[in-house]
């Protein structure tokens, strides 16, 4: 992710923007935390599955038909966290239809932002982006798009909700007084957190259970006790499928939808093992590895076992 694309957002700006972030973060917890939105997510994701994801993988089946499942749960995740996060779809399911140019904006925009980091020094692409060469130039006009299409997105939001308010999470911002600048550096970092992290948990996720048949026929039968085979599960039952979340979490640890991560620190610190961090200082942990330490997780850290998650002893 470029620093310039969402200054509101990440971490590494200064004290003040630290502190726009903060209230940001606190007005998303606000609202996730809200029944109604849980339920909304809930209906969306029922509605995505049973009307789109389920019927390509169906007619996949009948006319055998080799799919990209991590493609296909790309599309899925982007077109659920639009949903949910604009209140509109992009159809990115239906196959017959060419991929949107909003998405493929944010594919371009994420290529270009990781190119940065290949480079041999931050030199290079800072000399790029201020002579609007190459990638860098490649890469302003993808973050242009985004913010116009979702910047155009925001007013149409607007005369809608002249008629009437919305659950989906623009409407909830747009209602809590906040700028426009702002919401759309909200929306977008919802938008990109919710598609690529998703969609690469949930390839994962079904590729070990592909080759787990007992692991799978588990977590089906809990679904179906839930649901007795017939009604619908909402948010309150999916809280109860504990052996499914077992599953999530044994597969991300295995796997992790980001393999490393690190922060800037704020002020100086300590850390538990005694290391001092100063202000500004970069801090880099790296999950993939975390997830397979043996000290961690014992001799079989390389095998997914979903019941580990269960174990006392092991986490």
């Not at 985004?146 to 008629?163: M, P, T």
């Not at 640890?253 to 620190?265: F, G, I, M, Q, T």
Request: hydrophobic share 40%; charged share 25%; net charge negative.
């Amino acid at each position: 992710m470029s620093s310039h694309w969402l200054p509101h957002i990440l971490l590494q700006e200064s004290p003040p923007s630290l502190g726009v972030w903060s209230l940001q973060r606190k007005l998303a917890s606000h609202e996730f935390s809200a029944k109604s939105l849980r339920e909304f997510v809930v209906k969306i994701l029922e509605d995505e599955v049973e009307n789109r994801l389920l019927p390509v993988l169906e007619n996949a089946a009948e006319n055998n038909i080799i799919l990209d499942m991590q493609e296909i749960l790309k599309r899925f995740a982007f077109d659920t966290i639009c949903e949910v996060s604009l209140g509109t779809n992009p159809s990115c399911l239906n196959l017959s239809r060419p991929v949107p140019p909003l998405v493929e904006a944010f594919d371009w925009a994420s290529k270009f932002s990781a190119m940065r980091g290949v480079e041999p020094v931050s030199a290079v692409w800072k000399c790029k982006r201020a002579l609007n060469l190459g990638s860098e130039k490649k890469l302003k006009e993808s973050v242009n798009f985004i913010h116009r299409s979702v910047n155009d997105i925001i007013q149409a939001k607007k005369r809608k909700l002249e008629k009437g308010g919305g659950n989906d999470l623009l409407s909830r911002f747009l209602g809590a007084g906040l700028d426009d600048e702002m919401v759309r550096d909200m929306v977008i970092s919802f938008l990109m957190a919710g598609r690529d992290t998703t969609s690469a948990a949930l390839t994962w996720f079904f590729w070990l259970l592909s080759g787990h048949p007992d692991i799978e026929k588990h977590v089906v039968d809990e679904a179906f006790s839930l649901s007795n085979g017939e009604k619908s599960l909402n948010f309150d039952d999916l809280t109860e499928m504990k052996y499914i979340k077992a599953c999530l979490c044994e597969s991300m640890r295995l796997y992790p939808p980001v393999v490393w991560d690190s922060k800037h620190a704020a002020k100086d610190d300590i850390l538990p093992d005694g290391t001092p961090v100063y202000k500004g200082n970069r801090v880099t942990y790296f999950q993939y590895g975390m997830g397979r330490m043996e000290e961690l997780w014992g001799k079989d850290r390389f095998e997914f076992r979903p019941d580990r998650w269960f174990d006392k002893t092991c986490v």
